[in-house]
C-alpha cells in the first residue's frame, strides 16, 4: 500500500500510540476482507488531489475500472467503496467472458470543480505508476474530457473522445436485455409492454435505459436527487416522478436501481412491491445477506454486476478494437447470461446472486491453473 505523499491534517493533540495502531489494523483489516492484490492511496498538495486505486485480481488480464469522484463522508467511506468496486468489476469480467481483472479508483472531493485538468493529471500520473496493472475510464462523477486529461499523462485509460467515448448507452442497453431476462425467467415471456418499471437514478444510464422501455411501451415511474434530470426524464418519456424515497414503494412489475450502491438493505426491502430488482447500479446490495431477503420474498434479484456489465463491454471494445456493433451485441448476450444464472440458482436451491458469484470464481480458477501449467 503507498502511503500519502503528503498529509495536511493538523491536531492540537496528537493520537497515541495506541490508536495509531488500532487504525492502522483496521485499515489492513479492510484490505484483507476481499484479498485485493494492491491498494494506493496518494495525496498530491499542489492540486489537492485525493486518490485511491485499488486493484483486486489480474487472473485474467489487467485491472480496469472506472474512476469516481465523490465527496465522501470520510476516508474510510471511501476506501470501503472503492474495494467493493474493485471486487465487482472483477467478477463482472469474469462472467462477462472478458479477458480483464477487476479495479477502481476514487477521488475524494467535488466532482462539481470547474478547473479540472489538476486533479485528473494528477490522477493520471498515480495511474501510471501502477505500470498497466490498472486501466481506467469513466465512472460517476466524471467525463470522457476527464479522461483526456489522464491520457495526457498515461495510455493506461479507456472511454476517449472519439473512440469507445460514453458506456452509458451500451450500459443501459445491456441493462434493458437483462430485464427482458428477468421477465422471461418470472412471467415466461420478456414483453414489457404495459410493465411498469421504477427507475432510479436520471443520469445517463437511467436515461438511456428509459428510453429504451418507453419504445417497448413501458410504463415509467422515475426518481432523482437532481430534479432537473427527473424533469429530462419526464418530458422525453411520459414517466410519473415519485419523491426520492418514495420509489421503494411503488407497486410495479420491475425496479431497476441506477444510481449508487447499498439502496437494497433491511429498511427498503420491506418497502419493495415489485416482483423483479434489475438496474445498473454497483454494489445493489448493502450486505450479502440482503440478496438471502430478496430471495425469501419471491424477488426476483438481477446480480448487479451482471447486468450492469454493457459498460465494461464497451471499453473492452476500445482496448480490442471492437466495432461499436460488436460491443452492443456482446452487451446483449446479457439476457441468455442471466437466464443461465437463473437456472443454476434453481438447480442448486441457491440465490442468483451466490450463482453469480460461482460462475465467476469458476472462470478465474480455471484459467489460475492455465498460468499455473505455464510458468
Given at each position: 500500500?503507498?502511503?500519502p ?32 492484490e ?12 485525493r486518490?485511491?486505486i ?24 471511501a476506501?470501503?467503496?472503492c ?31 470547474r ?205 480490442e ?34 450463482a ?6 469458476r ?13
Amino acid at each position: 500500500m503507498k502511503a500519502p505523499a503528503k498529509s495536511s491534517a493538523s491536531s492540537s493533540r496528537a493520537p497515541s500510540a495506541t490508536a495509531k495502531k488500532e487504525e492502522a489494523t483496521a485499515l489492513f483489516a479492510l484490505l484483507e476482507e476481499h484479498e485485493h492484490e494492491q491498494v494506493s492511496l496518494v495525496y498530491e498538495p499542489s492540486s489537492g488531489y485525493r486518490g485511491i486505486i485499488a486493484i483486486h485480481d489480474t487472473t485474467l488480464g489487467p485491472a480496469l475500472g472506472g474512476t469516481r469522484f465523490w465527496n465522501y463522508l470520510n476516508d474510510r467511506e471511501a476506501l470501503i467503496d472503492c474495494l467493493r468496486l474493485a471486487r465487482g468489476m472483477t467478477y463482472k469480467a469474469a462472467v462477462a467472458g472478458l479477458n480483464l481483472g477487476g479495479g477502481k479508483s476514487v477521488i475524494i472531493g467535488d466532482n462539481k470543480i470547474r478547473n479540472r485538468e489538476p486533479i485528473f493529471r494528477a490522477h493520471g500520473r498515480h495511474v501510471k505508476a501502477l505500470g498497466g496493472r490498472y486501466i481506467t475510464a469513466e465512472d460517476v462523477g466524471t467525463s470522457v474530457g476527464d479522461m483526456e486529461f489522464i491520457k495526457a499523462e498515461t495510455d493506461h485509460v479507456t472511454g476517449l473522445i472519439g473512440k469507445s467515448g460514453d458506456p452509458s448507452p451500451v450500459t443501459a442497453f445491456g441493462v434493458y436485455r437483462g430485464i427482458k431476462a428477468c421477465a422471461k425467467h418470472r412471467y415466461g415471456d420478456a414483453e414489457l409492454r404495459g410493465k411498469k418499471v421504477a427507475i432510479q437514478g436520471c443520469g445517463h444510464v437511467g436515461y438511456y435505459l428509459a428510453e429504451l422501455l418507453y419504445k417497448e411501451g413501458a410504463d415509467l415511474i422515475v426518481t432523482d436527487i437532481d430534479s432537473a434530470k427527473v424533469e429530462r426524464v419526464v418530458k422525453a418519456f411520459e414517466a410519473k416522478a415519485v419523491a426520492t424515497d418514495d420509489i421503494y414503494g411503488v407497486p410495479a412489475s420491475v425496479f431497476a436501481p441506477c444510481a449508487l450502491g447499498g439502496i437494497i438493505n433491511d429498511q427498503t426491502i420491506a418497502q419493495l412491491e415489485v416482483d423483479i430488482v434489475a438496474g445498473g447500479a454497483n454494489n445493489q446490495l448493502a450486505e450479502e445477506r440482503h440478496g438471502d431477503m430478496l430471495e425469501e420474498r419471491g424477488i426476483t434479484y438481477a446480480p448487479d454486476y451482471v447486468i450492469n456489465a454493457g459498460g465494461l463491454v464497451n471499453v473492452n471494445a476500445e482496448l480490442e478494437g471492437w466495432t461499436m456493433e460488436r460491443a452492443r451485441n456482446k452487451a446483449g448476450e446479457i439476457y441468455d447470461t442471466l437466464l443461465m444464472l437463473f437456472e443454476i440458482a434453481g438447480e442448486e436451491g441457491i440465490p442468483s446472486y451466490r450463482a453469480a458469484d460461482r460462475l465467476a470464481e469458476r472462470r478465474i480458477a480455471a484459467i489460475a491453473k492455465v498460468r499455473q501449467n505455464f510458468v
